[in-house]
């Protein structure tokens, strides 16, 4: 398996980090809808919503997904994934 280099990893960090925050956001959204339409309309904006943002990282959904996955066998991948959102989330949260 070819090694993934970091910039994807930094791409990968921003677009799970951005993807995070529209989960949460449709996990309230979902708490109020009140019909089986409603539900559905608002998982198909979210899953329009996260297209964007892992796009905009410059990922595919398949490269996203791909990296994922490897993420679940690959512990130092895992590692460098974190340190890179750790260093995101630093970065919002400085002065």
């Not at 799970?16 to 949460?24: C, F, N, T």
């Not at 993420?71 to 590692?79: C, T």
Request: proline share 2%; no cysteine; net charge negative.
């Amino acid at each position: 398996m070819a090694p993934i280099d970091d910039a994807r990893v930094r791409a990968f960090a921003r677009a799970r980090e951005a993807s995070q925050a529209v989960q949460a956001g449709v996990q309230r959204r979902l708490a109020e809808v009140t019909s089986a339409a409603e539900a559905r309309a608002l998982q198909d904006e979210a899953e329009r919503e996260l297209r964007a943002v892992v796009e905009a990282s410059g990922l595919s959904m398949e490269d996203y997904a791909g990296v994922a996955q490897r993420m679940g066998h690959d512990a130092e991948l895992r590692e460098r994934v974190e340190a890179a959102s750790g260093r995101l989330r630093d970065l919002d949260t400085a002065p």
